[in-house]
T-cell receptor, first 109, second 112 residues
């Protein structure tokens, strides 16, 4: 069975501070990992895919297969980063995303 | 704008009633997915259709059903509604390669 765990429901940082949102997964094969962001209960927007290895809005995430983690990082948080962040994975049944419980990030001025 | 459109945006209905949520995928996308987002359950995959056929099923209740029509739009039917069905229902779509899934803005359902 595939599972995604985001251990922190809430995360607060100050503007300019580094931020790391944790994500651990369990999956027997080779999953594809994603980060989605949701602002104020709006639609989910794709932030990152692990296979594209890009940096969006200053965020990066590295897949660590040994630790089965896909933590999201940003060196200097901005107030506009305040949102709900979801880590998700898909396996062989492409498109069936399994989401973590989400982490609410609040960046204080 | 992701290109996935959902109607209605908000819906308030009484327990025991039936509602239909509609989704139009992005132009050219063959796959449609339905997700439920609630405070207690988080984001849960309900069902996926690909080019009119059911492809995968998740935690979808028997009181719920979905279909995808020849023009590729999809409908999610929720019947015998209960208070606990109050949630934000998302539709998403992807192309045949399925490498990126795009979400609509969701339909807020409140059951009173």
């Amino acid at each position: 069975a595939q599972r995604v765990t985001q251990p922190e429901k809430l995360l607060s940082v100050f503007k300019g501070a580094p931020v790391e949102l944790k994500c651990n997964y369990s999956y027997s094969g080779s999953p594809e990992l994603f980060w989605y962001v949701q602002y104020s209960r709006q639609r989910l927007q794709l932030l990152l895919r692990h296979i594209s290895r890009e940096s969006i809005k200053g965020f990066t995430a590295d897949l660590n297969k040994g630790e089965t983690s896909f933590h999201l990082k940003k060196p200097f948080a901005q107030e506009e980063d305040s949102a709900m962040y979801y880590c998700a994975l898909t396996g062989t049944s492409y498109g069936k995303l399994t989401f973590g419980q989400g982490t609410i990030l609040t960046v204080h001025p | 704008d992701s290109g996935v459109t959902q109607t209605p945006k908000h819906l308030i209905t009484a327990t025991g009633q039936r509602v239909t949520l509609r989704c139009s995928p992005r132009s050219g996308d063959l796959s449609v997915y339905w997700y439920q987002q609630s405070l207690d359950q988080g984001l849960q995959f309900l069902i996926q259709y690909y080019n009119g056929e059911e492809r995968a099923k998740g935690n979808i209740l028997e009181r719920f059903s979905a279909q995808q029509f020849p023009d590729l739009h999809s409908e999610l039917n929720l019947s015998s509604l209960e208070l606990g069905d109050s949630a934000l229902y998302f539709c998403a779509s992807s192309s045949s390669s399925g490498n990126t899934i795009y979400f609509g803005e969701g339909s807020w359902l409140t059951v009173v």
